[in-house]
Nanobody, 123 residues
Framework: QAQLVESGGGLAQAGASLRLTCAAP????????MGWFRQAPGKGRRFVAA????????YYADSVKGRFTISKDDAKDTVYLQMNSLKLEDTAIYYC????????????????WGQGTQVTVSS
């Protein structure tokens, strides 16, 4: 594996849960913070959540705070986005991204991106 690969997207009903997975190249999580972004049809890519290299600091967009949780497992080179209480407006393509530094958040720059995984929420 030479890049970030997202998985776990799919169709879910409003109120349900999904967990997205981002598989990263070896050592990525020990050197970089990580983030999740999403892009809805006709809209730009927006910040969703991020986690610092230490795994202690996390950040969330107001629209998902209290519903989504970002986490990571350095030993497995994997980042997760647990999405609970899904809403129709959560429908988007979700992207995993690598921060340029050990920090990650809405103000950081990201230099590597996955191909995205589609999340569709229905009523």
């Amino acid at each position: 594996q030479a890049q970030l690969v997202e998985s776990g997207g799919g169709l879910a009903q409003a109120g349900a849960s999904l967990r997205l997975t981002c598989a990263a190249p070896a050592r990525t999580l020990s050197e970089h913070g990580m983030g999740w972004f999403r892009q809805a049809p006709g809209k730009g890519r927006r910040f969703v959540a991020a986690i610092g290299r230490s795994g202690i600091s996390t950040y969330y967009a107001d629209s998902v705070k209290g519903r989504f949780t970002i986490s990571k497992d350095d030993a497995k080179d994997t980042v997760y986005l647990q999405m609970n209480s899904l809403k129709l407006e959560d429908t988007a393509i979700y992207y995993c991204a690598r921060s340029k530094t050990i920090l990650a958040g809405p103000e950081q720059e990201y230099d590597e991106w996955g191909q995205g995984t589609q999340v569709t929420v229905s009523s």
